[in-house]
């Protein structure tokens, strides 16, 4: 079979002929629907050098998949031959004390996982290929009536990500709050679904690109706001009294994002970091207004994987897809580099 592999750190991913794999006992194979392609993978293969993360390259990139069982393992139960189904993508060990409750991306035990606080597409062969092992049954997960595996495949990062991070920040979304994203792609175009479809909070979208804030209207945000050096202002401006935004959602993670959360957030309110960029926020007890919580967060739980999907076939969040062949992955790399993606690019093989 074909697949898109990353041959290296600071390498451009290669379509190649692999083996076909086969389900070892207590694994599946699941034939992919959809791959998306996230911004992580491009951080992959510009940013990382040997050492920023417990694994390496050549894998099959993908970490966002959904598809179709293709063959069972010896000892899985519970699931058949051709049900379409979402791959949970964070491997950890099963048995810690963080993975018994769901929360693989935190194993404490990475020495005993699969691959060390990777997953498919990272560090494991992912996705992007007609086919992808998935080494334990049960980060299979059926999908519900109504949610096909084209459209799953975002929501299990693209959706997952920002539906931790955003729940994580419930209780500060009350009605009369305001939620702020910063960067409008591929998760957080999903994110202002999510936070329209679970909290009362008016949604402020941000973004360089006209697009993305064309596309966060279409989703409902109450205000969009290009990117810049009055943004932090024009938040404040746009909230009761000036008072700030009750919850901060970085998607970018970029030194000038940082800055704009810091100085947009409401006393008490939270500033989440989800995007990678590498940027740093120096924090001191008076840069920031009192008791502001700033916090990163990984991915999602499996727990939570199953509520998004729920949202996705109630139709409450559905990501925009632009979809490729296989044989355009790299294309679709390229576009999502220059900043043309709508939504979320997704590899159908
Ligand atoms: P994307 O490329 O689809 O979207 C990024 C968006 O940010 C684009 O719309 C872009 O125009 C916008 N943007 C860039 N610079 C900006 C700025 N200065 N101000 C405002 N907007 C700006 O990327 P994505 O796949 O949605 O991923 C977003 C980030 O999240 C990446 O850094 C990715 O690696 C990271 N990520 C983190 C996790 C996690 O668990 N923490 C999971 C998945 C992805
Ligand atoms: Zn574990």
Redesign the pocket.
């Known amino acids: 079979m074909r697949a898109l592999r990353l041959p290296g750190w600071k390498s451009e991913p290669e379509l190649v002929e692999v083996a076909e794999p086969t389900a070892g006992p207590g694994q599946v194979v699941v034939r992919i629907g959809g791959a998306g392609a ?3 993978d491009l ?1 992959l293969m510009h940013d990382f050098d040997a050492g920023a993360v417990p694994w390496n390259p050549p894998f099959t990139l993908g970490h966002e998949n959904a598809g179709w069982v293709h063959d069972l393992g010896a000892g899985v139960t519970g699931l058949e031959v051709g049900q379409p189904v979402a791959v949970y993508g964070a491997w950890g060990c099963g048995s810690c004390d963080r993975c018994r409750v769901g929360v693989d991306p935190y194993c404490e035990n990475p020495a005993a996982a699969p691959v060390p606080g990777g997953g498919g597409g990272l560090g494991l062969d992912g996705g992007m290929a007609e086919y992808e092992l998935v080494p334990d049954a049960r980060h299979v997960v059926p999908l519900p009536d109504g949610l096909d595996p084209l459209h799953a495949a975002p929501l299990t ?2 959706g997952l ?1 920002p539906y931790h991070a955003i729940r994580r920040s419930w209780h500060k979304l009350a009605p009369g709050s305001t939620a702020v994203v ?7 175009h999903v994110g202002v679904q999510i936070l329209k479809a679970t909290t009362a909070a008016r949604v402020i979208a ?4 006209p697009e ?1 804030l064309k596309l966060a209207e279409e989703y409902g945000a109450d205000l969009t706001l290009r ?1 810049g050096e009055e943004t932090a202002q024009e938040i404040r401006g746009a909230t009761p009294g000036g008072r700030g935004a009750d919850v901060v959602l970085d ?4 030194d ?2 940082l800055r704009l959360g810091a100085a947009a957030a409401r006393t008490l309110g939270d500033l989440t970091i ?4 590498g940027g740093t926020l120096p924090v001191s007890f008076f840069s920031v207004p009192y008791e502001v919580s700033i916090q990163t ?3 999602g739980s499996r727990p939570e994987l199953i509520e998004v999907l729920d949202l996705g076939a109630r139709g409450l969040v559905r990501p925009k897809t632009t979809t490729f062949p296989l044989d355009q992955a790299v294309d679709a790399y390229r576009r ?1 580099r220059d ?1 043309s ?1 709508e939504g979320r690019a997704v590899i159908v093989p």
């Open positions: 996230c911004h992580s951080h990062d693209a990500t910063i960067g409008v792609g591929g998760l957080g941000v973004d360089t690109r993305a990117s998607f970018v993670g970029a000038a994002t989800v995007g990678i960029a967060t990984y991915w999502l900043g993606v």
